[in-house]
């Protein structure tokens, strides 16, 4: 009998540790949702010694769930996916603020007014530039545009209190130095998902002249749209201090299962990679797209509470949205705009950017893809569906000296 008992023993504290385990975490939890609080005030992405301990410590067990619900990802690590080559296309860097950078790609120029690319700031900018076959800054390129893409970097501590204002005051100084180099006067703007919704607002809110014109990429527009991320950031029970950590970021492993968590689909990803893995066809596409999901960036704390107070207050599409001191209204927007509308995406709600045809004062051409959220910008049929589309519509945009 005492053989049997002492067999428990490991168990018993296996079993213990578990319990304990979810023990704290349920504390760390529950302790939020009653004391932490709803507001956005940017006081509260800084923190004094002992809210940064408390941070901490909530952050060990925010992360370790979050390591947890990312457990499939383990067969990317296996295959080594990390490894494997992204952004390929030749650029150099011509510009760099802070962690953002500007890169201009090579290309045999036939139209003069440059492109500047604006991928989102959450995520690397490689999905634009997945692989030779894939690269849709390549394509532009190849189509005779003077194209730079502005990279927005990793945050480090010292950017939490970057917010939508700062964002947009570097997408402005980006335009500059690309206007300075090419010695144009317009730009074309080219946004990715949220990347195409900071450069609307930047456009509704000042320097309309040197916009030629907007296309906009799965870009929310009304965020009071009740799909997509919109049900998570207007609930009632939602502390966004919650998901800080001590040094006032939203962590990387949060925004990559907040998107993963809109369709959760990463087991099945997962065997489908695993048994395909001496597949090189597969490998070839699968690799850099799994890189590109795993890779998320962190968020500066100053910019998530101004993304919560736009789902929650709907700025963009109500005209009160205020940056650097003017409001963007949309009405103010002068370029002509494409909007470039996925009808399968999960992230971006197609009621959301189909919000802009209710602007009248905007002249907007809208543009319905049979594609989800990333296979419009890198499936295998965008480069013969969305891209021509895109490049189409720059050309027609082009200035009366737009060709050479």
Same mark, same amino acid.
């Given at each position: 009998?005492?053989? @049997? ?137 190849? +189509?005779? @545009? ?54 609307? +607002? ?56 907040? @998107? ?145």
């Amino acid at each position: 009998m005492s053989d @049997f008992v002492a067999g428990l023993h490991p168990l018993v504290i296996a079993g213990a540790i578990v319990a304990a385990y979810f023990a704290a975490a349920l504390w760390a939890l529950g302790a939020n949702l009653v004391l932490a609080t709803r507001k956005t005030d940017a006081r509260l992405v800084r923190a004094g010694l002992l809210r940064r301990w408390w941070r901490r410590y909530r952050s060990i067990w925010l992360r370790s769930g979050l390591t947890l619900a990312g457990w499939p990802h383990v067969v990317d690590v296996l295959l080594r996916t990390k490894r494997v080559s992204v952004a390929t296309t030749p650029a150099e860097v011509v510009w760099e603020e802070g962690r953002a950078a500007l890169y201009r790609y090579r290309s045999t120029v036939r139209h003069a007014e440059p492109v500047l690319v604006v991928h989102a700031v959450v995520s690397k900018p490689w999905i634009l530039d997945l692989t030779p076959e894939r690269s849709f800054v390549a394509a532009l390129a190849n +189509a005779g @545009f003077d194209v730079f893409l502005l990279d927005w970097g990793d945050p480090a501590p010292e950017d939490a209190a970057r917010g939508l204002t700062a964002y947009a005051n570097t997408l402005l100084r980006a335009e500059r130095i690309v206007l300075t180099i090419t010695g144009r006067e317009r730009v074309h703007l080219v946004g990715y998902c949220f990347g195409g919704t900071l450069c609307l +607002a930047r456009a509704a809110a000042r320097d309309h002249a040197r916009v030629g014109s907007i296309a906009l990429l799965a870009a929310p527009v009304d965020f009071s749209v009740p799909a997509g991320l919109n049900p998570l950031m207007t609930h009632p029970l939602f502390k966004p201090v919650y998901v800080l950590d001590e040094h006032g970021l939203v962590p990387a492993a949060a925004v990559r299962e907040s @998107f993963h968590a809109l369709r959760p689909q990463a087991m099945r990803t997962a065997l489908t990679a695993w048994r395909r893995r001496r597949d090189p066809s597969f490998r070839k596409t699968y690799d850099p797209l799994a890189r590109w999901v795993w890779e998320h960036r962190e968020l500066p704390g100053q910019m998530f509470f101004d993304l919560v107070d736009l789902f929650r207050t709907n700025g963009l599409a109500a005209g009160t949205l205020e940056l650097a001191g003017e409001i963007a209204r949309l009405d103010d927007v002068r370029a002509p705009v494409l909007a470039l509308i996925p009808e399968h995406d999960h992230i971006t709600p197609s009621g959301s950017s189909h919000a802009l045809t209710t602007h009248r004062g905007l002249d907007v051409t809208v543009v319905n893809a049979a594609a989800g959220h990333v296979s419009m910008i890198a499936g295998s049929a965008a480069r013969e569906t969305t891209w021509p589309r895109i490049t189409e519509w720059l050309e027609r945009n082009q200035g009366a000296s737009g060709s050479s």
